[in-house]
């Protein structure tokens, strides 16, 4: 089965389906396109009649799949968890006839499958897959990061979402700067990855706030190990990976209160929620996250929930089975 696999990025996401296709006995072509779909149609219509494509799989839908709708070759959509909820909210994206002949539609959490069914995709045709984790790689076992700008003892509280509005990273850093005073001086927030809006957190931070910017998987897991604390205060998500990777490390979490977030934190159970541009609140949830002496029974049942939902060697198989039910229909 040959399959041509359509994105706008090409990051660590992208890879991992790729690899699933591949290690599954699937050919697999990938193409990146421009965001706004400039000739993404013509490329892609050329590419599956030279190459004998069989099937494309192609998200985010908002920037990808959209724009490939007509073709004479089965379209599955890759859901992102954003693309969706930005569709739902989109009042004036009225015509969405177009999700209706998809020949697939993955998703990531049941709040994404549950707007898919509302616009109309028939559940006989959706398949979750949570994005799910490497457990071997992501697990309290194995190294610890260091930095020569943290003391040996310190306490880290860890964000590592894209610098983008959408992720309000920002939220993050504002909340530790008010929480500092309240604080003994060994905790540190450690702020990885990049974007847009790094210089401008960077200019509010003080010297207790650390931007290391891009890290590989293998760092990222060694961070969380060395964190007290991950937090995120995104505005959208489905499964998110980085909540899930810190989950199955052992590192207790605070999330802003989404539906994505839901699904996977239950406050008092498996970690912290606090509500959405709350900076107030985030503030005293950082305070009684850092306060909090008795964290290992909710990270026991945080690591429980990931290993047996969000394994991504057990989930990725699904993606195999749709792409033949597709192929054969």
């Known amino acids: 089965m040959h399959v041509l696999y359509v994105s706008h990025t090409n990051g660590v996401h992208d890879d991992r389906w790729i ?15 421009d965001p706004e779909g400039r000739e993404a149609h013509s490329r892609v219509m050329s590419l599956t ?6 099937i494309i799989v192609a998200g985010p839908l908002t920037t990808c799949t959209s724009h490939l709708v007509g073709l004479d070759v089965p ?3 890759l859901s992102w968890g954003f693309d969706l909820h930005e569709m739902a909210d989109d009042e004036s994206n009225s015509d969405l006839s177009w999700m209706v002949g998809l ?3 993955i998703v990531d959490s049941e709040p994404t499958r549950s707007i898919a069914e509302d616009l109309g995709v028939s559940r006989d045709r959706i398949e979750l897959i949570p994005w799910g984790v490497d457990l071997d790689l992501f697990d309290p076992a194995g190294p610890r990061a260091e930095h020569p700008g943290l003391p040996m003892n310190s306490r880290v509280v860890l964000s590592a ?8 990273v920002g ?18 927030l450690v702020v990885l990855n990049d974007g847009p809006l790094t210089e401008e957190m960077r200019a509010g931070a003080g010297d207790h706030t650390l931007f290391l910017g891009r890290v590989s998987e293998s ?14 205060a995104s505005e959208t998500d489905g499964s998110s990976v980085t909540l899930l990777q810190a989950m199955a490390c052992g590192t207790p979490v605070l999330v802003s209160d989404i539906p994505g977030n839901r699904e996977w934190v239950h406050a008092g159970l498996t970690g912290g ?19 909090d002496a008795d964290v290992d029974e909710s990270i026991d049942q945080a690591m429980a929930q990931v290993r047996s939902r969000a394994d991504w060697s057990g989930n990725s198989p699904r993606l195999t089975s749709l792409l033949r039910r597709v192929s054969v229909a």
């Open 171 to 188: 939220d993050i850093v504002t909340a530790f700067e008010r929480t500092r005073s309240l604080m003994n001086d060994d905790v540190y």
């Open 49 to 54: 009649t030279e190459l004998g494509v069989d």
């Open 161 to 168: 979402r894209s610098h983008e509005p959408l992720y309000r």
């Open 75 to 77: 379209l599955v959509g």
């Open 273 to 291: 929620i606090f509500p959405l541009s709350d900076v107030g609140a985030l503030k005293q949830a950082l305070t009684t996250a850092l306060s």
């Open 219 to 232: 760092e990222l897991a060694a961070w969380l190990r060395r964190s007290d604390l991950y937090v995120s």
């Open 19 to 33: 690899e699933a296709m591949r290690s599954s006995g699937c050919t697999v072509t990938p193409l990146r396109v």
């Open 103 to 105: 020949a697939g539609l």
